[in-house]
């Protein structure tokens, strides 16, 4: 297992659309356990296959339930698709690839999806919650959508400023 380098913002591989897994072999096994250990050094409360410049539709989300420590459940989705989703909320998103920012952003309160496992079987799962938070934004990634995007041009050029004063 490796851990892999996470690219940062603004790396333009961060904005790729990424393509469907079509090929369920040992090198996705390979790539998906070496995301589970990216994420959880990380740490992280998920991992998007493009953030480790792999532009393919693979994500790895953090499922612990209630009594579970993190890292005890881990699942990964392949060719995930938010298949509905229901009523809104607000949490406070950060993500590995976006340094030192977290702020609120409006997503779905619960969505269900269907993905594909690393044998290729087909299942589907409902987030709600910080899980929904989850998937929304990992889901997001795959599209070269960065949560970022979902905050209000005022408060992505404080951000664009910070990072060009840090820079500096
Ligand atoms: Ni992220």
Avoid at 7 to 16: A, E, G, S
Avoid at 112 to 124: C, H, L, M, R, Y
Wanted: aromatic share 4%.
């Amino acid at each position: 297992m490796t851990i892999l380098p996470i690219l940062k913002y603004p790396d333009p591989r961060l904005r790729i659309v990424s393509k469907a897994v079509t090929t369920f072999d040992e090198n996705l096994a390979e790539l998906v356990m070496d995301m589970k250990e990216t994420m959880l050094d990380a740490p992280g409360a998920g991992l998007a296959a493009p953030q480790v410049d792999r532009p393919l539709r693979i994500i790895v989300v953090d499922w612990a339930q209630e009594g579970q420590e993190y890292g005890q459940n881990v699942l990964a989705l392949i060719n995930p698709e938010i298949v509905a989703s229901e009523g809104a909320q607000v949490f406070d998103e950060g993500c590995l690839s976006v340094l030192d920012l977290t702020a609120n952003v409006d997503r779905a309160a619960l969505v269900e999806v269907q993905a594909k496992d690393i044998s290729g079987q087909p299942f589907s799962l409902i987030g709600e919650g910080r899980q929904a938070v989850i998937l929304q934004h990992e889901i997001d990634h795959l599209n070269g959508v960065l949560f970022l995007d979902h905050l209000s041009s005022l408060k992505q050029e404080l951000y664009e400023k910070k990072l060009r004063k840090a820079r500096k």
